[in-house]
């Protein structure tokens, strides 16, 4: 599978499908890689949605579950996921896209509506991750136990404090909120939105709904959804049409 | 707002909009009326009629002003031939459809008599048969519209109304009073629900088809009573509209 190399920046990718342009953001949180689209995704959209459309995927920048690699930027962690997104975009020569964020991949989607308001068609998020209300942070309590002493086990030059300032930076604005923007942003947000809830701590049922209700564009699966598999297919069909309805 | 009248049957229907035709039956039982519509949680004329080509009507026999025989042979079929008439004497021949609560069983009976001329389908909160409490229907008509339709039609008397009734709602009553699972499992019109549940109205058994259906989406659940959930599913209709009017020639 191809590499995309932006400086010190490597992006592992894949491609599938003709048509337009869906960018699709993997789950896993700081471990986003596609392979979880392959294993535990609720379905695989680059085998879904290839058929009429232009997949592409990527691991996170640092996953400990990918192969993409880079330098941790402590201050601006959610901006150096979206550059490496929207560069890896211009590098296929693509403007106008899709973007289809599973898990942090909510967050993500978001960002990119901001950074990018113009290039981004629609957004479909699905089981998108989010703070809560209340002074507990289920992300930084998380990562701070797990993912940060494995990462430096792995990256022993990143020390254990910015690896802390990194969580912060990530995790700690719009904290009750989807960490990325803010509600009058959402508010405000004209562009096509399709939530598929979800109902975990890391991906609240209540601000995902909070999110479509927000959105003046937006429309929401029904839920449950991810099984039995006829009710996975009746959600798919949604998603399917939204798709279609925004490929302009 | 006008009548057509088709034999013994003088129907009071709208017509607004313009654009791919839209026939909408409104909720209520049998004492549905176009009434009903400023009272649920969307107008769909409002909702539609700048896009649509919007046609509604009164069921016979309802609160409405749409009178006409009451025909228990012909029970579920009797609103369907008003239907059908209607849009033939307004020179529509392929449509778009929605129907409230009623009108679940009703697209469906449209759906198995004109299958090529309903191009796809909206059922809103429909009714259908309640496995956990079938009489609903009985129970809920009995007095209250067949009371209503006696004083209104002095030709009507109570045994008239309980052959019609049980022709409604026991002829068939297992699961859409109209078409069987069979005729749904084959039906590759595209149709969206929008469910709700009350005993009228079972989630149960809208589930049950929306899942038997070839081609079926359901909306966000629920929606009802709050209007910015009421928007969200909105969206998802008039998306699910847009998607099939280009089939309408």
């Known amino acids: 599978m191809p590499f995309y190399e932006n400086g010190s920046v490597r992006i592992h990718y894949e491609e599938r499908g003709s048509g337009t342009p869906i960018l699709i953001m993997p789950g896993g949180g700081l471990n986003s890689s596609m392979n979880v689209l392959r294993n535990t995704s609720p379905f695989n959209p680059m085998e879904v949605f290839s058929d009429e459309f232009r997949c592409i995927t990527l691991d996170i920048r640092n996953s400990l579950a990918g192969q993409s690699t880079g330098p941790v930027e402590v201050d601006r962690p959610w901006n150096a996921f979206a550059d490496d997104q929207l560069g890896l975009l211009d590098h296929l020569g ?31 998020l699905v089981q998108p991750s989010a703070g809560r209300p209340g002074p507990d942070n289920w992300f930084l ?7 940060a002493p494995e990462f430096h086990k792995k990256r022993p030059e990143v020390s254990a404090e910015d690896l802390d300032r990194y969580l912060l930076s990530l995790y700690s604005d719009n904290a009750d909120f989807v960490f990325t923007v803010d509600r009058d942003f959402v508010r405000n947000c004209q562009t096509p939105i399709l939530v598929m809830p979800d109902d975990i701590p890391a991906h609240p049922y209540a601000v995902a709904m909070e999110t479509a209700t927000l959105a003046p564009n937006a429309q929401a699966t029904f839920f449950p959804w991810k099984e039995p598999d006829d009710l996975l297919q009746l959600a798919l069909s949604h998603a399917r049409a939204f798709l279609r309805a925004n490929r302009g | 707002m006008p009548f057509f009248e088709n034999g013994g049957v003088r129907i009071h229907y709208r017509d607004e909009g313009s654009g791919p035709p839209l026939l909408i039956i409104p909720g209520g039982g049998l004492n549905g009326s176009m009434g009903n519509m400023d009272e649920t949680d969307f107008n769909p004329i409002t909702e539609f009629s700048s896009e649509y080509r919007c046609i509604s009507l009164d069921i016979r026999n309802g609160s409405g002003e749409t009178t006409g025989p009451l025909d228990a042979e012909r029970a579920w079929d009797q609103f369907t031939d008003d239907q059908l008439a209607l849009l033939d004497h307004l020179g529509i021949g392929d449509f778009l459809l929605m129907g409230f ?14 299958p090529d001329r309903v191009k796809a389908a909206v059922m809103v909160h429909p009714s259908g048969y309640n496995p956990d409490d079938s009489d609903v229907f009985w129970k809920s008509n009995i007095g209250g519209w067949g009371k209503a339709v006696q004083d209104r039609n002095a030709s009507v008397d109570q045994a008239q109304v309980e052959a019609f009734l049980t022709s409604m709602y026991y002829g068939r009553g297992d699961f859409l009073f109209t078409v069987d699972r069979d005729y749904v499992r084959n039906c590759e019109t595209p149709v969206l629900m929008l469910p709700d549940d009350i005993p009228a109205h079972p989630f149960k058994t809208a589930m049950e088809w929306a899942l038997l259906a070839p081609n079926s989406q359901i909306s966000i659940f629920p929606w009802r009573g709050d209007p910015v959930r009421v928007q969200v599913a909105l969206r998802h209709v008039s ?11």
């Open chain 2, 239 to 249: 998306q699910f509209l847009a998607a099939n009017k280009a089939a309408v020639g």
């Open chain 1, 141 to 147: 309590d998380t990562y701070r136990e797990s993912w």
């Open chain 2, 101 to 114: 609560c009623i009108g679940g069983p009703l697209n469906w009976n449209l759906m198995h008599r004109a």
């Open chain 1, 94 to 124: 693509i403007d106008k896209f899709i973007a289809m964020g599973f898990c942090i991949g909510g967050p993500l989607s978001w960002n990119l509506m901001q950074r990018a308001p113009d290039r981004v068609m629609a957004a479909m």
